[in-house]
């Protein structure tokens, strides 16, 4: 049984992150299953000889050990609205493969692209990314997110992003919004208006 799973990008046969999603791997292991050996994903995965120079998903299934490991074809999604939907009951601080919680919400979308939770009148995550907001000079994202991904951590650590804590009503001293995760790089170039972000 593989309750979580790692998302990795994958381009021109080069892994991309992997120190932040050993981190994460881990951790988990060692929270939820109290285990303390370290598994390094650089040992594990092995490219398919079929593999092109393309962007891939390399999604990594695991629980104590590590089990299923597939090279999926990726195409980036265009977000461009998110529905605001509150969840005060949500807990998704684990990269589980049980998303029923999530994707459950993510039905109330409408005729928005994406959703955007709100917990306990906090903003948090989309259903598949962390968020972030301009001001006009810097990039902030909620210092509270459903689950903190990899390339979140790596871009607060690297000082491009900084964590804040967001309410709904905050969202009026944003002019913009962008999505991260694994796949997704912080492109200034591809943004949501705050506008598109929809109400109730």
């Known amino acids: 049984m593989f309750p979580l799973f790692e998302s990795i990008k994958v381009s021109k046969k080069r892994l991309f ?14 929270m939820l299953f109290g285990l303390n050996d370290w598994i390094d994903l650089w040992d594990i995965i092995v490219f398919p000889e079929d593999i092109g120079n393309g962007l891939y998903k390399c ?13 999926i074809p990726y195409h980036k ?15 998704y601080g ?8 999530i994707d459950s919400l993510f039905q109330k979308k409408g005729d928005c692209d994406d959703i955007l939770i709100v917990k306990k009148g906090l903003i948090t995550d989309t259903s598949y990314c962390n968020i972030v907001f301009f001001d006009g000079n810097n990039w902030f994202t909620p210092s509270h997110p459903l ?32 999505l991260i995760n694994a796949m ?10 705050i506008e598109n972000i929809c109400f109730g």
């Open 94 to 101: 684990h990269k589980y493969t049980d998303r029923s919680s």
């Open 77 to 91: 999604p265009l977000i461009r609205s998110l529905k605001i939907v509150e969840a005060d009951d949500i807990d």
């Open 17 to 30: 992150n992997i120190s932040y999603h050993n981190q994460r791997l881990n951790q988990a292991r060692k």
């Open 147 to 178: 689950l903190p991904g990899t390339k979140r951590a790596r871009l607060i650590e690297e000082g491009i992003i900084q964590p804040t804590t967001i309410k709904q009503d905050d969202l009026k001293h944003f002019s913009h919004a962008a």
């Open 184 to 193: 997704l790089d912080l492109d200034p170039t591809i943004t949501i208006p």
């Open 59 to 71: 999604r990594v299934k695991y629980g104590k050990n590590v089990g299923n490991i597939k090279f």
